[in-house]
């Protein structure tokens, strides 16, 4: 009795709480996002199998939206993936655990993603990551400065994912911080994305600098060399094809950037060599997984490889963790499933090709880029990730409706068979309103 008492209160609980997201846009956005950054990936109900607290509130952002969108060639590729997990699974192929983290943790965040924008604007959802992202980086100075860390003492969830994601690690004699993400790789590679983020926000260039060097100083007390990478690259890539970036914002960004690094390089130079076997053994580690290649499928997940030798190497030392992430979904659900969500990436990246395209989630994605052979989708990077790999579509496709010239598609906001507002014709043709032709002022 007293079970069916509390699953009827969460049902109620939950029909409220969809009702009040549906009618607070920003708040249902900054409460996933606070669920993001700081609630630990253990933490969730089991109904069925175990959601942790990101997938719950991203299926309930899910069902808060109920706008149509106009589809993309991405969207379909993923819809694939999706519908291959699914069959696979039907089959016996994959097991339940790899059909559910490839829907749950990679297809659900991109789907929100792509809806995101149905509900709130871009400006806002920019500058509520930024802010967001500031936090968890003056956070995880806090966590650098006493030692603690605040969100390993949450036990409360699934008891063997905790043991996997609590313990914090040493490196060099430092202990890395990793804030709510359960790893420091996963906090740094994160905070590495909201980068671009932030240099997109529409604030003052002090607020944007200051906030980028927060970030930078908590990436480099993860002590993760893929956060620092990629971190570099997002923004490198921000002050190179961002727009809206005045000249001199590009220059003081860059310039602040050097500075930071002739300040970060001799510590983490310092910290490696202390490190010395320890960081040694984790990029040598990283090139091993090459010989994983030939156990691969092109569907359903490979072998056991505990214990496996192929072709004189013994695959079982990789049977605890694969630090790539294209390996891992190629070893859980096959190869071609793998190729899909590339092509989702290049969908979702090449739109920076174009003169004005690049944008906050294109650029987060493509810095990436080098870490995804390096780190797994593990823990909360995996939903960001995502869900910008969802967002970077999302606005390609909001891009590509304000080409001007473009015909609108039928069904859209205006089809050719509505006729157009007069002042919009007038608009179009005034030559004393040259920006209208153009698609409005930049």
Known sequence: MTTVIMAVGGLAAAIVALLVLRAAPRLAVALWLLVLFFVPVWVGVSVGPFWSAITAVTVLMIMTCSRSIELSPADGIMAAFGLLIVAQYALGLVSLSGAVIALTEWLLPYVWGRLVLTRVSLD???RAVALVAGVAAALALLEATTSVNPFVLISWGAADIYEIWSPLQPRGGLTRVEGAFGHSIALGATLSMCAAFVLAAKWRLQVR???????????????????????????????????????????????AGLATALFIVPIVNDVFLEAGQEAGGSAGYRLDLLSLGPVLRPFGAAPDIAGLTVGGDYLGT????????????????????????????????????????????????????????????????????????????????????????????????RSPQTPAQPAAILNRISPERPEAAGGGST
Do not use: E, K
Not at 225 to 245: C, D, E, Q, Y
Not at 330 to 356: D, E, F, N, S, Y
């Open 209 to 255: 600098l200051l906030l980028l060097v927060t970030i930078a100083a908590a990436i480099l007390l993860t002590l993760s060399r893929i956060g620092l990478v990629t971190f570099v690259i997002t923004v490198a890539l921000s002050i190179i094809v961002l727009p809206g970036l005045t000249r001199l914002a590009r220059l003081l960004i860059a310039a």
């Open 124 to 126: 806002f959802l920019v």
């Open 318 to 413: 990789f049977s605890r963790s694969i630090d790539n992430a294209l390996l891992v979904v190629a070893m859980r659900v096959g190869w071609v499933a793998a190729l899909l969500l590339v092509a989702v990436l290049i969908a979702a990246t090449v739109q920076m090709l174009r003169r004005r395209g690049a944008n906050a989630a294109n650029i987060a994605i493509a810095g990436q880029i080098p870490g995804l052979f390096a780190v797994a989708f593990i823990t909360q990077y995996s939903a960001f990730f995502w869900f910008a790999a969802g967002l970077a579509v999302a606005i390609g496709v909001a891009d590509r409706r304000r080409v001007p010239g473009r015909l609108p598609r039928l069904g859209s906001a």
